[in-house]
């Protein structure tokens, strides 16, 4: 999974020179989760969503699939300008999204602050515009948040890893926090790809410094 070879990968596109996008998403999602077996898009009754962007989303899906309390994942495109926008168009660095998991989690079983540390766990959050050999702006770490109390939490666990990580040596976190917005799911091909494709790329790797929120998750 990498970025075109050519351009600059790691400067924000301007919403005035992003690309224009289209009205209606362009494939058909697949009925079911290659893993769960559960819905790509609903929402069960008493179920949240978060939504996270730490490198490439094969890997990073993985990794909350296996997450107890985890009721369904899908990967997609998210804090960008451009509409329905294809993985090409987001490899581009022409639409100013990210790679995003979306996580639909029973609260009841998991919690949100337990989600966060697979996700500060699962990625280095101090490397900007990459995420190890995958670089370009659709690699930037971010939690998308779809409440306030989200916002708190991720604000919270942000303070408390970024400390973590500065006394094992490691610099500032780039991880950005903020809402939401729109969330564009990506391509059939994408959904679950490493169980798809067991052998396939996988390019995150973690600090190994431990996050000092949500002990107790079990995962990757």
């Avoid at 929402?43 to 730490?54: K, T």
């Avoid at 370009?136 to 998308?144: C, E, F, K, N, P």
């Avoid at 990580?165 to 679950?192: K, S």
């Amino acid at each position: 999974m990498f970025s075109f070879l050519f351009g600059s990968k790691t400067t924000m596109v301007k919403e005035e020179d992003a690309l224009e996008g289209r009205p209606r998403r362009p494939f058909e999602l697949p009925a079911t989760h290659h893993v769960l077996e559960t819905s790509l898009e609903e929402v069960p009754a008493g179920h949240e969503v978060a939504v996270f962007a730490m490198g490439c989303f094969w890997g990073a899906e993985r990794k909350f699939w296996l997450v107890d309390g985890v009721w369904s994942t899908a990967v997609g495109y998210a804090a960008g300008f451009t509409p329905n926008p294809t993985y090409e168009e987001v490899c581009s660095g022409k639409t100013g999204h990210t790679e995003v998991v979306r996580v639909v989690y029973d609260p009841a079983a998991v919690s949100y602050e337990q989600l966060l540390r697979v996700f500060w766990e699962g990625h280095d959050p101090t490397q900007g515009m990459r995420q190890g050999h995958d670089v370009g702006t659709q690699y930037r770490s971010a939690v998308l948040v779809t409440s306030p109390e989200q916002l708190e939490a991720a604000e919270r666990s942000k303070a408390a890893y970024e400390a973590q990580l500065r006394a094992a040596g490691h610099g500032a976190i780039t991880t950005t926090v903020e809402p939401l917005g729109d969330f564009w799911y990506a391509e059939p091909y994408h959904q679950q790809y490493l169980s798809k494709n067991p052998g396939g790329y996988c390019g995150l790797g973690g600090t190994g410094v431990s996050c000092p929120v949500g002990v107790g998750v079990s995962g990757e």
